[in-house]
Nanobody, 122 residues
């Protein structure tokens, strides 16, 4: 790990917004699709959102549609997750991933960041 580094997590109240960032280094960032996953205590890692190599086409989990937006800036080697209208059930460690496609199965992704904690209180 360490090739992808997440930041921007923290404490929030229900209804607040947070923006997560994932910065890549020493890699051909624009060659990869990028995704976000999350893992809550006692839960399996679950898919959140993904974006194709050149942007445009995106995929979201049903639980975050209309609230979260994934985007990328290839010039900055960074992918973002804008999280609006946060809910307590969004509390989790959020991980970014790089891969060959917009997969919902975490086992199909190739590289991972170390995660950033998001905690949402009611």
């Amino acid at each position: 790990q360490g090739q992808l580094v997440e930041s921007g997590g923290g404490l929030a109240q229900a209804g607040d917004s947070l923006r997560l960032s994932c910065a890549a280094s020493g890699r051909a960032f624009s060659s990869y699709a990028m995704g976000w996953f999350r893992q809550a205590p006692g839960k399996e890692r679950e898919f959140v959102a993904a974006i194709r190599r050149s942007g445009g086409i995106t995929l979201y989990a049903d639980s975050v549609k209309a609230r979260f937006t994934i985007s990328r800036d290839n010039a900055k080697n960074t992918v973002y997750l804008q999280m609006n209208s946060l809910k307590p059930e969004d509390t989790a460690v959020y991980y970014c991933a790089a891969g060959a496609g917009l997969y919902m199965n975490y086992e199909q992704w190739d590289a991972w960041g170390q995660g950033t904690q998001v905690t949402v209180s009611s």
